[in-house]
């Protein structure tokens, strides 16, 4: 009798093929001939899908039992007796793939056809039945081709598709021999629903769902790495040849367990666009900076000429030398990324604040949670999320508000997807109906801008309803009593006026909130970005502490963070107010560890945010800046003003892979690596460290930033010596108690660590605050959010309400998603959401020009009919330069956060006469 | 290579990716739909309100049904483009002519001249109708039928569908049958009373009424008559053991070619068998009861909506919820997993097994799954005595069958006969003999799917378990005789394109294997190696019983009929 090392405890005991081998419960008889090495062909099952059992090409005898069975499918029993490669099911698993080679195609469309492998590992020869008539191919989607002569019917891509993915593009119409994969109605993939997630092709076995490009050639080398884009820090394999990624597949990584979403999967090649900047650039001595943003598409670098690395250095030091040694080093200011990784984050703030010698260091992170970082700091002590998206398979209900989660964190939304599909109570808020909203159980659509009266009402409901957590309350928190005072006014009838949500829904979700065993809270960008972000976000917390649904599996607070590692930027002090680990620059403790470590003293004076950077720019307080990564003339409110800002500064260096429009501003311009370019460590909203690994070299003379960094530092006067990130993570670990246990090594091994972790065989902590708050007193406290409008509220002259934000195909400024093919071909021009009867009304059909214009600009883009829009409401990307939203967004800022309110102005809309083509 | 951007422009999506439901569409599905529940389960019947309605199924409909049910567009469209009934209409086509004419081209119908009768009507039917070939429709005592709307018509002429056409008679005619007050009048749902009062009188007095049904039944040795003939009591007793709530299933999804008893109970006495259900749950315990009728029936499903209404407002005794669903044209959603699937608002695709619908069946639960005829016979059995039924039987055998008898023979029919009664004793004296100028050649003793055996094996018993040895089963009794001036070949081959048409579609050996076996029996010549190891693995390996027998035909016409296929006459 065999017996195997990984053998369960539990055992089920069974004869496979003569030899009794052991099945742990829930596996099936193929998971354990699998397990004891033993091949058993298969086509429908795939590990990670629902065993289906369609294909029949795994089915085995059982003793006893009249037909075959699909091992897949069947679950050993104590004393079964199957066979697997006796006559009988030998025969049949022959057949069955002969029946399927049958109809397969002469060209294969695929590298590794499972079909193919099955037929040639038992042997077969060529089919003997005459083969059907081919399918004809679709290929009207920019991804993703479709060759259903290929396909046998497994549904492993529906399988994927609905029930991975949640996307439930792919159906599986007619019947018999007419059985076939479709999209919605049977419609071409490119006019389909399809969001190009890529699940599908990645569990086809046939190549009948197949990736356009990359198929060509076949990869020579395999690099493991993290995904460039969002917070969700989905794990990927990037395929190489050639210094050429030919393409992306999904690995089983913590946080997507194999799945990517379509800027993951075929988002890679802006790395090898045209525009890539390849050599240092020096601004022309005949091209003075204007303010107006006026590119020649011909000639992008009009105003620059080509320098050595030497000379670009040098002036870029010179100039920021200068300015700190006759201005002071509060003339200077940094903006760093977080699309870099913590050890260039790391290194770029250590750099202003020892070489610059200020704290005017600062990041994207104040464009889009600095407000729920300031609410949870002050509450209860600690920014990061409290549990990870995961836990929501330990959630009873999940709340997400101001977050369009399908189209900004895809991956994540899948798993929020999953609970639903668990029977989990998903309760959706926002003012704009986006995907996630389909999904959800209840959808409560409020006015734009009354986030505050919509959760003071459901904290009041909680209290009417008599939910509060007492217990929690007495033994985890401060201030409640006043929080119930403030409370009193607003109840449900009160507030269902203003944000325009009935009494009755918002006591049932405060409810179902209160008083489910385990609840959790996601929000996005449309709670933080508003003058009022940080008493939204105190609201929430609010909500989560009177109900004590934090600091247990399934419950807690989840900002979900945009940037890939927007988390870990902020945790090395990409921030003015903190050094690393959120340790303030005015707390003398502090910073005396760090002049100890750093060996000179640190400005004990916190440095000024990304908006009021640009303000003292104009001020003329700050006449040099170092811009790393970032695109403040994009991704700035009140655009005129910042690039006003921007082109009165007296010395600029910005360091990038493309010439963004905040690069036309620059004096001296660096060529950087984009991120497969470069190793390095990432944080993703979970508070995952994930390991990047650089699989392809710099194009031309582009350089690597953590090399750019130093070597500007080591001009600046600082004798820096770091060789390679693991130098600079080892350096962080030493100021950072809460990844002190995450070791390079421990990082290159297992590809994810969550922090804190403070030693080397730590486990790292998923959940947070199961016994105490970070805080002095170890206990939360409440602070009551007021009721306050927006900063400019609709009128007569601009009767409409702006909301900005992002969407699905494009990043950010869209400096990389735009120079992708299969992006740039979804989402090729500025849009405007507008709902349909809003455009009936205003005479405007969808596909359009509409223009739109503020009291700050007016932009004109093409409407889009949405009936996910209120009326009133126009939706618009900030992604596209030529219709940049933020020219018209409100600079106005949170006073606590200083978070612009990207997500609320006053604008008018009518019929637009540009041709935008 | 167009200019990038006016590519660009081309590509210019003007809503959200995808169908989007539009207003009219919307406010139509809305109306049309009324006050009815949304779920998913009900899917099917509302795709049936607005196939109704139109005649087919637009797509902006199917969109808007999607967002009203909160579906995505592909799982209404999967389930619509499964069913034949539902007439799918593309963005750019015209609507289907407003009157469908069914025809059948079924053995039976085949038998009575169904080619020649498609042939007259197609040169002659004019504008506004479309003749559609369609598989049995449950009336092959009549044959051949064709069905015009809702009205079926046999034995139909050409003549006598075009009258039918031009006064557009097209609604079904309800049978004569006891209503419900003449059935109470005459003593019914007497027997559900007293099961409920628990005050029945069988020989063992001590028991619980729920024990004495279960006692009578497994005396009387009443099996499933939908063609597997499970023992009846046992289901019962297994059910009673599962955790509550337990849920019912009854199949009336009669579509196995030559099958007709179903329809000819409901059409004598559709009480009998309502109180056979209330019945049967009463005794298992049911929570509620769906009803799955076949769509072929329309004039079986007005009139049992007409009777179910009429017990509702007046019950005997109290009732559990019963529910009449009902098909849209799929054979296979006769497979009990298929039917629940199917009553779920899903494709009718069989489930793998285990674990078994009475453990895990209807919405997840525990589920009572009948064939309609079991549950017509339920309260005769008790009433009468177990030995009523079991005495009766021939050649060893015990109990009644009811054979739907048709072909070539001089009184096609149910006819109750004697269990184990021989197909010779069954035409000789209850079918009146062969036609005249016909010998009897060989017969389907289960429909489609139970295979053909020749005349040298007609003094076979025929029952439950006594036509394996042959290669055969006969299922529900669906007896189709051929003379010497059919073929065997023919009938096989009609078969295997039925299950070719009708198989479900998921897994292999049935979807591809059904394809490739009609493509080797339009050979002259059969290539007996390569059918034999496909048949056996098509039995084998298939996931439910369409596929497993499938083969069955084209096997007995290589083992009895070699002849008709290019091979020696066997031995």
Known sequence: MASHPDSPPRA???????????????????????????????????????????????????????????????????????????????????????????????????????????????????????????PAADHSHPAITVRLEACIQCTRCLR??????????????????????????????????????????????????????????????????????????????????DNRILFVTGRDGPANNSRLCVKGRYGFDYVHHRQRLKTPLIRRKD??????????????????????????????????????????????????????????????????????????????????????????????????????????????????????????????????????????????????????????????????????????????AVIELNLVDRDFIANRTTGYPELERHLQPFTPEAMSAVCGVDAATIREVARLYAASPASIIFWGMGVSQHVHGTDNARAL????????????????????????????????????????????????????????LWGQKLDPVPGLTVVEIMHAVTDGHIQGMYIMGENPAMSDPDLNHTRKALASLDHLVVQDIFMTETAYYADVILPASAFPEKTGSFTNTDRRVQLGRKALDPPGEAR???????????????????????????????????IRGITWERLEQTGSVTYPCHNPGDPGQSILFTEAFPTPSGRAKFTPSPFINADELPDDDYPWVLITGRQLEHWHTGAMTRRSRVLDHIEPLPVAMLHPDELARIGIRPGEPVRIGSRRGEVTAYARADPGLQRGQVFLPFCYREAAANLLTNAALDPAAKIPEFKFCAVMVEPGALDLG | MPHQDQAAVRNQRIGPKGRSACPEALSEIRQLLGDAARRPDLLIEHLHRIQDRHGYLAAAQLVALAEEMGLSPAEVYEVASFYHHFHLLKDDQDPPPELTLRVCDSISCSLAGAESLIANLKSALGEGVRLQRVPCVGRCDQAPVTVVGNNPIGPATATGVQAQIRNRAVAPVLPEYPDYDAYRAAGGYQLLRRIQQQRIQTDDPGATAAEQVIQTLEESGLRGLGGAGFATARKWRILRSQPSPRLMAVNIDEGEPGTFKDRHFLEQDPHRFLEGVLI?????????????????????????????????????????????????????????????????????????????????????????VHNMETLYWIRDLVEWGPCWFKDQGRHGRQGLRAFSVSGRIRLPGVHLAPAGITL???????????????????????????????????????????????????????????????SAREAALNAMRFFARESCGRCTPCRVGTVKAVQLMEQPNWNRALMEELSEVMADASICGLGQAAPNPMRCVLSYFPQEVGHGIPS
Not at chain 1, 325 to 338: D, K, V
């Open chain 2, 280 to 368: 049967a749950a009463s005794v298992v315990g049911i929570a509620e009861v769906y009803i799955y009728l076949r769509d072929e029936y329309a004039g079986i499903r007005a009139m049992l909506e007409q009777e179910l209404t009429a017990l509702r407002t007046d019950p005997p005794c109290p009732l559990p919820p019963v529910h009449l669903r009902r098909g849209a044209g799929s054979y296979v959603c006769g497979e009990e997993s298929a039917m629940i699937e199917s009553i779920e608002g899903k494709r009718g695709m069989p489930r793998l097994r285990p674990p078994y619908v009475a453990e895990l069946g209807l919405f997840g639960r525990p589920t009572l």
């Open chain 1, 160 to 241: 994927a598709c609905r029930e991975i993915q949640v996307n439930q593009v792919i159906g599986n119409a007619g019947r018999g021999a007419k059985t076939r994969i479709v999209f919605d109605l049977d419609d071409p993939l490119g006019e389909s629903s399809c969001v190009a997630c890529g699940e599908c092709v990645q569990a086809c076995p046939t190549g009948a769902l197949v990736s356009t490009r990359g198929q060509e050639e076949e990869a020579e080398r395999q690099v493991d790495s993290v995904c460039p884009y969002c917070g969700v820090g989905c794990q990927l394999t990037y395929h190489l040849r």
């Open chain 1, 287 to 460: 091209a003075p900076k204007r303010a107006a943003l006026e590119p020649d598409p011909a000639d992008p670098f009009r105003d620059f000429r080509p320098a050595s690395w030497e000379e670009a250095l040098g002036l870029a030091a010179d100039g920021l030398r200068r300015i700190r040694n006759q201005q002071g080093p509060s003339a200077l200011a940094g903006f760093g990324s977080a699309k870099g990784s913590n050890e260039e984050a790391y290194l770029f703030q250590k750099l202003i604040r020892t070489g610059f010698g200020c704290n005017n260091v600062d990041h994207c992170t104040r464009l889009c949670h600095a407000s729920s970082v300031v609410a949870l700091l002050e509450m209860i002590g600690s920014a990061a999320v409290s549990n990870q998206v995961a836990d929501v398979h330990a959630a009873e209900v999940i709340m997400v508000i101001g977050s369009n989660t399908t189209e900004n964190h895809p991956v994540a939304a899948t798993f929020l997807k999953n609970a639903v599909n668990e029977g989990k109570t998903l309760i959706v808020m926002d003012p704009r109906r986006t995907q996630i909203a389909n999904h959800a159980t209840h959808f409560l659509q409020f006015r734009p801008d009354t986030d505050v009266a919509l959760l003071n009402a459901i904290m009041q």
């Open chain 1, 541 to 596: 917390i609010s909500l989560a502490l009177m109900t004590g649904q934090i600091g247990r599996p399934g419950t807690g607070l989840h900002p979900l963070r945009g940037q890939n590692n927007v988390q870990g930027a902020s945790d090395v002090g990409l921030i003015p107010m903190v050094l690393p680990d959120y340790q303030p620059v005015d707390d003398p403790k502090a910073r005396s560890r760090f002049e100890a």
């Open chain 1, 12 to 134: 089920i005991r069974f004869t496979l093929d003569g030899e009794t081998i052991d099945a742990s419960p829930g596996e099936s008889i193929l998971q354990a001939a699998q397990r004891y090495g033993r091949e058993i062909p298969h086509l429908c099952y795939q590990e990670g899908l629902r065993a289906d059992g369609n294909c029949r090409a795994c089915v085995v005898e059982i003793e006893g039992e009249r037909t075959l069975s699909p091992a897949c499918c069947r679950f050993p029993a104590d004393g079964m007796v199957v066979d697997s490669a006796g006559e009988r099911p030998r025969r049949a698993q022959k057949m069955v793939l002969e029946l399927l080679r049958t109809d397969m195609p002469e060209s294969q469309s695929s590298r590794d056809n499972e079909l193919d492998h099955w037929s040639a590992s038992l042997g077969l020869p060529k089919p003997r039945f005459p083969a059907r008539r081919p």
């Open chain 2, 424 to 486: 010779r004793e069954l035409v000789e004296e209850f079918c009146g003999g062969m036609l005249e100028g016909h010998q009897l050649y060989g017969y389907l003793p289960g429909g489609a799917s139970g295979g053909i055996l020749p005349a040298s094996l007609a003094d076979v018993p025929l029952d439950f378990d006594t036509l394996q040895p042959y290669g055969c089963f006969l299922g529900s009794a669906a007896i189709i005789v051929l003379s010497q001036q059919d």
């Open chain 1, 704 to 738: 690597q930033d953590l090399d750019i960094i130093q070597q500007l530092a080591r001009r600046m006067g600082l004798d820096w010596h770091y060789r390679q990130a693991s130098d600079v993570f080892a350096e962080m670990r030493q100021t950072m108690p809460s």
